[in-house]
């Protein structure tokens, strides 16, 4: 019923920064807390941020300082905003949405960082 649409991954050199976009097609303002997951190869998959409906946000301490989570509830829409971006932090990044009781993912991104 509700689907989430990624974009912005990509390559980047350690240092640089990329912003991913997460978008859910869903009625405006349905949409509970919205949030980050990352899963690196041979790891568990980590919370790497999340926001509420409220606006309050939470982060991973591996990433505090470095990215910043923000969304438009209107559009339904979530970034991750990544800087000074780590070797350690190449990943496969997945959003995901909340609404009612149900949790809805996105199909997943790449980012890799490297020389």
């Known amino acids: 019923q509700v689907q989430l649409t990624q974009s912005g991954g990509g390559w980047v050199q350690p240092g640089g920064s990329l912003r991913l976009s997460c978008a859910a097609s869903a009625s405006p303002f349905t949409i509970n807390a919205m949030g980050w997951y990352r899963q690196a190869p041979g790891k568990e998959r980590e919370l790497v941020a999340t926001i509420t409906g409220g606006g309050n946000t939470n982060y991973a301490n591996s990433v505090k300082g470095r990215f910043a989570i923000s969304r438009d509830s209107a559009k339904n829409t979530v970034w991750l905003q990544m800087n000074s971006l780590k070797p350690e932090d190449t990943a496969v990044y997945y959003c995901?949405?909340?609404?009612?009781?149900?949790?809805?993912w996105g199909q997943g991104t790449q980012v890799a960082v490297s020389s």
């Open positions: 995901y949405a909340e609404k009612g009781t149900n949790r809805y």
